[in-house]
């Protein structure tokens, strides 16, 4: 039984809630069509996700991200150079708007510096968490004025993907530092880059090892155990914590390989198939991040990472800059020293907020 539902509050004594009865229904009442309402609305609105790449330079990145859509998000020239892309220096966000069966994506990737590729990486990752945490600023100053959109631009990183060097040995302490930081902000999906310079055996045990260094530090990628509903999701997802990180190849490229066109990349020994489970793993993390997971990414970042976000700020708002539409939200009144009431609890601390409370349940409708 669920510990929050043991026992009735003091104020639910007072007032109960309506029995829920079930009734014997006398013909079709149409309620289902509630599902097309909501799939048009939808429709006409669009989806949006933005997902953001960290790792060293040359492991990839650019090429996984236009694997993943099928689409030249970043194209591999700049225009009017034939030279490779520069290595990326600064933080910087493309967006894109992807059409599949009428089905709309606003798509937004941020590439971020190559990270651990200077001598001194020392705090190397201020850049990427300020990032992530200024656009939960910016969705919280829309969120707390008086007058707001109807409909709030959603900036905020619902996924990062984190590029391991394949090296074969273990994460780097550089790695282990910066996603003990990183998990705490947003949701991280890690990957095995270039895959295919490892032997299968070589892979799994570098995976193995990987598993062992999170475990042993406390790092919770995604999908994390303790947001599992019910147990379908139990069983799907802790078949995915199975083969996280997930090794894979990234290619933008079409070959044929026995009459058939498919994506893959030239190497002298053959054909790389970046779909074919037999050669690596990037349908994985392909079913994961948009078939099967999307949104649930969405709603943690919303539900956990933001709403962590937001008490924080919110217990500083003496500290907010105050704008147009500012609404004062002045700190609660510290409470008498002394033992609290009968009948009250204490406030919660810092703890991981539960996105499947039933107070949020109804907010996105």
């Given at each position: 039984?669920?510990p929050?539902?043991?026992?009735?509050?003091?104020?639910?004594?007072?007032?109960?809630?309506?029995?829920?009865?079930?009734?014997?229904?006398?013909?079709?009442?149409?309620?289902?069509?509630?599902?097309?309402?909501?799939k048009?609305?939808?429709?006409?609105?669009?989806?949006?996700?933005?997902?953001?790449?960290?790792g060293?330079?040359?492991?990839?990145?650019?090429?996984?991200?236009?694997?993943?859509?099928?689409?030249?998000?970043?194209?591999?020239?700049?225009?009017?150079?034939r030279?490779?892309?520069?290595?990326?220096?600064?933080?910087?966000?493309?967006?894109?708007?992807?059409?599949?069966?009428?089905?709309?994506?606003?798509?937004?990737?941020?590439?971020?510096p190559?990270?651990g590729?200077?001598?001194?990486?020392?705090k190397?990752?201020?850049?990427?968490?300020?990032?992530?945490?200024?656009?939960?600023?910016?969705?919280?100053?829309?969120?707390?004025?008086?007058?707001r959109?109807?409909?709030?631009?959603?900036?905020?990183?619902?996924?990062?993907?984190?590029?391991?060097?394949?090296?074969?040995?273990?994460?780097?302490?550089?790695?282990?530092?910066?996603?003990?930081?990183?998990?705490?902000?947003?949701?991280?999906?890690?990957?095995?880059?270039?895959?295919?310079?490892?032997?299968?055996?070589?892979?799994?045990?570098f995976?193995?090892?990987?598993?062992?260094?999170?475990?042993?530090?406390?790092?919770?990628?995604?999908?994390?155990?303790?947001?599992?509903?019910?147990?379908?999701?139990?069983?799907?997802?802790?078949?995915?914590?199975?083969?996280?990180?997930?090794?894979?190849?990234?290619?933008?490229?079409?070959?044929?390989?026995?009459?058939?066109?498919?994506?893959?990349?030239?190497?002298?020994w053959?054909?790389?198939?970046?779909?074919?489970?037999?050669?690596?793993?990037?349908p994985?993390?392909?079913?994961?991040?948009?078939?099967?997971?999307?949104?649930?990414?969405k709603?943690?970042?919303?539900n956990?990472?933001?709403?962590?976000?937001?008490?924080?700020?919110?217990?500083?708002?003496?500290?907010?800059?105050?704008?147009?539409?500012?609404?004062?939200?002045?700190?609660?009144p510290?409470?008498a020293?002394?033992?609290?009431?009968?009948?009250?609890?204490?406030?919660?601390?810092p703890?991981?907020?539960?996105?499947?409370?039933?107070?949020?349940?109804?907010e996105?409708?």
């Amino acid at each position: 039984m669920d510990p929050l539902r043991q026992s009735p509050s003091p104020s639910s004594s007072q007032a109960s809630s309506p029995r829920t009865l079930s009734c014997e229904r006398l013909g079709y009442v149409g309620i289902e069509a509630v599902l097309d309402q909501l799939k048009i609305k939808a429709m006409k609105m669009g989806f949006e996700f933005n997902i953001m790449v960290v790792g060293q330079s040359g492991l990839g990145k650019s090429t996984m991200v236009n694997t993943l859509f099928k689409s030249k998000i970043w194209k591999s020239t700049m225009p009017g150079l034939r030279v490779p892309t520069p290595q990326t220096l600064q933080l910087y966000s493309m967006t894109h708007v992807i059409e599949e069966n009428g089905v709309k994506l606003k798509l937004t990737v941020t590439d971020t510096p190559g990270f651990g590729d200077q001598i001194n990486n020392d705090k190397c990752w201020d850049p990427i968490l300020g990032y992530i945490n200024e656009q939960y600023e910016r969705y919280l100053q829309e969120e707390i004025l008086i007058t707001r959109q109807r409909h709030i631009p959603d900036t905020r990183v619902h996924c990062c993907i984190y590029f391991v060097p394949p090296t074969g040995h273990c994460l780097r302490p550089l790695d282990l530092e910066f996603l003990q930081r990183l998990c705490r902000a947003v949701n991280v999906v890690p990957v095995i880059a270039r895959a295919d310079s490892l032997t299968i055996e070589e892979r799994e045990a570098f995976r193995h090892r990987i598993q062992d260094d999170l475990k042993t530090h406390s790092i919770e990628v995604y999908p994390q155990k303790c947001f599992d509903e019910d147990i379908n999701d139990k069983i799907l997802n802790s078949k995915i914590r199975e083969r996280i990180p997930f090794a894979v190849v990234g290619a933008d490229r079409e070959h044929m390989v026995n009459g058939r066109c498919v994506l893959g990349r030239k190497t002298k020994w053959g054909i790389i198939e970046v779909e074919n489970m037999a050669h690596c793993e990037f349908p994985l993390l392909r079913d994961l991040l948009i078939r099967s997971h999307l949104q649930d990414l969405k709603d943690i970042t919303h539900n956990v990472h933001y709403e962590n976000y937001r008490i924080i700020r919110l217990k500083e708002s003496h500290a907010l800059p105050r704008g147009p539409g500012w609404v004062d939200l002045a700190p609660a009144p510290s409470p008498a020293p002394g033992p609290a009431p009968t009948g009250t609890r204490a406030s919660p601390g810092p703890a991981k907020v539960c996105r499947w409370a039933e107070d949020n349940s109804d907010e996105d409708f």
